[in-house]
């Protein structure tokens, strides 16, 4: 059974950063793109970056400059970094693979920036 649980969020201050982490079980992580996903109050789920299997990346065009997605295929963990938040950053972050699989949904990470 595949588990994804994502951890790392909070509340922070507009310019601030945090780091998101996804463990992974159940899976071979190393033969998958992951993906980060959010999904903001009233809105639709969106795909903010996602890695592939070798390590290349792809961002959103709002997040881009400002998030980096990483792995480590040792700790079946994949990252996303996010440095200079904006209040529109705020929003329940996911990880999943790239494309997605509707049953491996967590439960996700709330992301608040806010002064």
């Known amino acids: 059974q595949v588990q994804l649980v994502e951890s790392g969020g909070g509340l922070v201050q507009p310019g601030g950063s945090l780091r998101l982490s996804c463990a992974t079980s159940?899976?071979?992580?190393?033969?998958?793109?992951m993906g980060w996903y959010r999904q903001a109050p009233g809105k639709e789920r969106e795909l903010v970056a996602k890695i592939t299997s070798g390590g290349i990346t792809n961002y959103a065009d709002s997040v881009k400059g400002r998030f980096t997605i990483s792995r480590d295929n040792g700790k079946n963990t994949v990252y996303l970094q996010m440095e200079n938040l904006k209040p529109e950053d705020t929003a329940v972050y996911y990880c999943?693979?790239?494309?997605?699989?509707?049953?491996?949904w967590g439960k996700g990470t709330l992301v608040t920036v806010s002064s």
């Open positions: 159940g899976m071979i992580f190393s033969f998958n793109a």
């Open positions: 999943n693979r790239s494309p997605i699989k509707m049953e491996w």
